[in-house]
């Protein structure tokens, strides 16, 4: 069965400090991989997505995230942390042997930026 | 270029009452999924549509929800007899395929208040 994991609902840190978000996900199959950022009010927009080419992946706004199919996790990471990344983030898995319906989302992460 | 675009981006209706909810799929994307975020919560997924096949249905939470997609563009999707737990922003997404390694593309959605 598919399923994501993102370790933390609650991520705090101090503007210029590292960000580290945990996602962690399972499947039968070789996965596709997102992590979208969603500001309030606002749709989700795709920061970065893995499709089985490098895995390090590196997305908008100077987040990159690795993907370690020996972890089976794929977290996602900016060296220095912006009062504008505060926002909800949210690990999605893809994978064919999901039926009709083939992307799971984890329950996200809230990033508060402390200045 | 034109993303995805729903309607309203606000409603407040009286319990009982009847809703209907409008998504313009980015044009040529094939799939569209509809999903309901209650406050501070992640995404829960509604239905899904992938070109003329079925819809994938199995995430409606009861007959008194359904949505309709004419061919490969515009959806709706309907709430009647409205109850105060369907409050909650509907999200609307579409993607170029069911294909596991393309992206999703988000509106803003539609933020329903039920009185």
């Known amino acids: 069965a598919q399923s994501v994991t993102q370790l933390d609902s609650h991520v705090s840190v101090s503007e210029g400090t590292p960000v580290l978000l945990r996602c962690n996900y399972s499947?039968?199959?070789?996965?596709?991989l997102f992590w979208y950022v969603q500001h309030p009010n606002k749709g989700l927009q795709l920061l970065l997505k893995?499709?089985?080419?490098?895995?390090l992946v590196k997305g908008i706004n100077g987040f990159e995230a690795e993907f370690k199919k020996s972890e089976t996790s794929f977290h996602l990471t900016k060296p220095s942390a912006h009062m504008s990344d505060a926002a909800e983030y949210f690990c999605v898995v893809s994978d064919l042997t999901g039926g009709a319906n083939n992307l799971f989302f984890g329950t996200g992460t809230r990033l508060t930026v402390i200045p | 270029g034109a993303g995805v675009s729903q309607s309203p981006s606000n409603k407040v209706t009286e319990k009982g009452k009847d809703v209907e909810l409008r998504c313009d799929p980015i044009s040529g994307h094939t799939a569209l999924y509809w999903y309901r975020q209650r406050l501070g919560q992640g995404l829960e997924f509604l239905i899904y549509f992938q070109g003329n096949s079925a819809p994938d249905k199995s995430g409606l939470p009861s007959d008194r929800f359904s949505a309709e997609r004419t061919g490969e563009s515009v959806s709706t999707l309907t709430i009647q007899r409205t109850q105060q737990e369907d409050s909650a922003v509907y999200l609307c997404?579409?993607?170029?395929?069911?294909?596991?390694?393309?992206?999703?593309?988000f509106g803003d959605g539609t933020r329903l208040s039920i009185l």
């Open positions: 893995y499709t089985s080419a490098a895995t």
């Open positions: 499947s039968s199959y070789s996965p596709s």
């Open positions: 997404a579409s993607r170029p395929g069911g294909g596991d390694n393309q992206p999703q593309h």
